[in-house]
């Protein structure tokens, strides 16, 4: 509410947002309503909202028990309809604050406060205000056990109430009457009261019942009062980027939920295969007592492999967290690119091999120093040798070159793979991609690893490109700066 435009329209729809719940009874937030309307209706020097609305204030603060704060507000009314002359709306926090001193129990001072209001009524005219006044004074000399004087009073009101046809008023003045009667022991008419009571209160049963069905439309008017409000508030700059920052939140959102339920999706698929392959083959191992050693080391190997399996499906799903998360640190140092290529094509000769796969490396001639993050190069260099030997059919080549382009160090990794479309390149790096070439050996694929491979040379400033096309293999090229 801090930034929304101050204008005297401002004022009226927060206090009638207040008078909402007020109705609802819910006090404190009606507060909240009111005083930010007795702010605005200040500043514009609006006196009929000023008015108003300290009335509203202090009959909320009564009904809260805060009687001092109350009084402070209905006085403050008070002034300001004397200085205006408004006697219908002095006559009206007249009420509020005669209505106070009754909480307090100083009915004298109550008497002499409707007594003044009585007077501003008849003047006016206010037959309805009348009601009021004589049901409460009458009221008031019933708990004094001023029978005579309340009898009048209450006979009063109630005539006046039939005339206008207040039916809430009506019953409450015969349940009074009734009990005037009954003091004074007029018995019939002490009865009289009670049976026509009882008739209106039926009456008023069955209506607050058909009100319970409809209490959708204060409902509704509250959420009309609100979007008035809102409506204010989104001519502010400020407050409507503040909602285009909303709306982004919520797409945020909804794609880290659909994140969330792909990582899901993919962990349960993709992990349950090789846990059933290593429970297949514990049994087999359980149920076989004297297993001939080959077999067994056979069995064991399964085992290792789908184990191994499992172990890298998990950490790719837990290395592209750790991205998103911003939980790598880059640690640079200077090393030779040769040497770490080496050492990682060593490392898949195997692999290579057992899918008839041929794996060349051609290093650049001599030392060819480099200063980066030598752990998170080695992950992207894994991850596209990786891909290269399973998306490639048998008997196939495989190269890693290190070369120079425009004082740039160039590593390029080439495969004779199916290749990429058009459409797969659109998508190659999003997460959990699915793209058109599978493995060829039955290998597994998150659908993570360019995804990986793309977010780790964004942060070591490393330039990827990729030359493709479909059936012709690819080549994934990175441009690094030297060592200098």
């Known amino acids: 509410m801090k930034m929304l435009k101050r204008t005297k329209k401002t004022a009226i729809v927060l206090s009638n947002i207040g ?24 500043e514009e020097e609006d006196t009929e909202s000023l008015l108003i609305t300290n009335i509203n204030i202090g009959l909320t603060h009564s009904q809260l028990g805060n009687f001092d704060e109350a009084l402070k507000f209905l006085y403050d009314a008070i002034d300001i309809a004397s200085k205006t002359n408004d006697r219908k709306r002095a006559s009206i926090a007249l009420d ?101 009571a009882y008739t209106r209160e039926m009456e008023l049963l069955k209506e607050e019942s058909e009100l319970r069905a409809k209490n959708i439309s204060t409902q509704l008017e509250i959420e009309q009062a609100q979007k008035e409000a809102e409506i204010q508030r989104l001519k502010n700059i400020e407050l409507a980027q503040a909602l285009e920052d909303v709306k982004k939140l919520n797409v945020n959102l909804k794609d880290l939920n659909d994140e969330k339920n792909e990582f899901m999706a993919i962990a349960v698929h993709d992990l349950k295969n090789p846990l059933q392959n290593i429970l297949s083959t514990a049994r087999l191992i359980k149920r ?18 789908q184990t191994n399996r499992m172990f890298n499906i998990i950490k790719k799903l837990l290395d592209h967290n750790a991205i998103d998360q911003g939980e790598i640190k880059i640690k640079n140092s200077v090393f030779d690119i040769n040497s770490l290529c080496s050492e990682l094509i060593q490392n ?43 998306f490639s059919p048998e008997n196939r080549e495989i190269n890693v070159n290190i070369g120079e382009s425009e004082n740039k160090i160039k590593i390029e990794v080439t495969d004779q793979g199916p290749g990429f479309s058009e459409e797969d390149k659109k998508k190659m790096f999003n997460k959990f991609a699915r ?42 090229i990175i441009y690094l700066t030297k060592s200098l």
Do not use: W
């Open 19 to 42: 008078l909402i719940y007020t109705n609802i009874k819910d006090y404190r937030n009606a507060l909240k309503f009111y005083s930010h309307a007795l702010d605005i209706a200040e």
């Open 96 to 196: 509020h604050i005669a209505d106070t001193n009754i909480k307090l129990k100083k009915y004298d001072e109550a008497f002499r406060l409707y007594e003044q209001s009585r007077e501003i009524k008849q003047e006016l005219g206010d037959r309805r205000g009348l009601v009021k006044i004589f049901s409460t004074i009458g009221n008031l000399q019933l708990i004094e056990n001023n029978l005579t004087e309340s009898r009048l009073n209450l006979e009063k009101a109630l005539e006046l109430a039939s005339e206008l046809g207040i039916k809430k008023s009506i019953h409450e003045l015969h349940k009074m009457l009734s009990e005037v009667y009954e003091r004074i022991n007029n018995t019939e008419k002490a009865l009289y009261h009670l049976k026509l």
């Open 348 to 390: 898949f000769r195997d692999d290579a091999e057992n899918k008839k796969l041929t794996l060349q490396f051609n290093p650049y001639p001599g030392d060819m120093f480099i200063e980066t993050d030598k752990d998170i190069l080695y992950e992207i260099l894994q991850n596209l040798v990786s891909n290269a030997i399973k």
């Open 435 to 476: 793209l058109s070439a599978k493995p060829t050996g039955n290998e597994h694929s998150t659908g993570l690893g360019l995804s990986i491979v793309k977010k780790l040379c964004e942060m070591i400033d490393a330039n990827l490109k990729l030359e493709s096309n479909p059936g012709e293999g690819a080549k994934f």
């Open 288 to 305: 076989s007592d004297d297993l001939p050693k080959i077999e067994l080391d056979e069995f064991t190997a399964n085992i290792i492999s």
